[in-house]
């Protein structure tokens, strides 16, 4: 399929290490933040989400951080796989304010080493 | 989450023609919306489209080039007018669920030439 991202920030890894993908946002009302995983020639996967009134949210490999104070997003992904190889964006809305179109970060590529 | 399917997938199209995309949901939603994602970037958000009404688009986008249809829940088309090359791009539907998850179809992947 096509590839996203050819001129993403790339960040490479060795298979079963921990990966830390970062993200800035801008808009102090933003107060929901997700992260999504998009593979080459398809759409992006959601992963996990985070509300403003947490600063921490644990899923399955993957943790998501929040520091508003900075504007700050991480995902960290435990033990990476190849199959974590792909473009990871963020993305913020502002629900509080009734929006729910999201806002995007340009995104980083995961490239997991063998 | 929700089954998002798109129509056409992948397509190839000639210049100054027009091609409409189809946005099924297996689920009825409140809140749809068209972004774009052209070659090596990230997403950008086209327009939110609003069930029995006019869509609302996002600075940049305009309802002649993008026009948009929804006439149900479940269901929205988005059409790209006279298109140039500028418009090879993957168009993505997006759909949000209880709770204010938001997902995404497969895309559109089209090229103009």
């Known amino acids: 399929g096509e590839s996203v991202g050819l001129h993403l920030p790339t960040l490479s890894v060795q298979e079963g290490d921990n990966s830390i993908i970062n993200c800035a946002y801008s808009n102090s009302a933003s107060d929901y933040f997700i992260w999504y995983k998009q593979e080459s020639g398809k759409g992006p996967q959601f992963i996990i989400d985070?509300?403003?009134?947490?600063d921490k949210r644990q899923g399955q490999r993957v943790t998501v951080l929040l520091n508003k104070t900075v504007k700050h997003l991480s995902l960290q992904i435990a033990a990476t796989q190849p199959g974590d190889s792909a473009v990871y964006f963020c993305a913020e809305v502002a629900v509080g304010t009734g929006r729910r179109a999201l806002t995007f970060g340009s995104g980083t590529r995961l490239q997991v080493q063998p | 989450s929700a089954v998002i399917s798109q129509k056409p997938s992948r397509d190839i199209c000639q210049r100054g023609t027009s091609l409409t995309i189809q946005c099924q949901v297996d689920?009825?939603?409140?809140?749809m919306f068209w972004y774009r994602q052209q070659p090596g970037q990230s997403l950008t958000l086209i327009a939110t489209a609003n069930q029995g009404s006019e869509a609302t688009y996002e600075s940049g986008f305009v309802i002649d080039k993008f026009p948009i249809s929804r006439p149900n829940l479940t269901f929205s088309t988005l059409t790209v007018s006279n298109m140039s090359p500028e418009d090879s791009s993957i168009y993505l539907c997006s759909v949000v669920l209880t709770g204010n998850t938001i997902y995404f179809g497969e895309g559109s992947w089209l090229t103009v030439v």
């Open positions: 689920s009825q939603v409140t809140m």
């Open positions: 985070i509300r403003s009134n947490m």
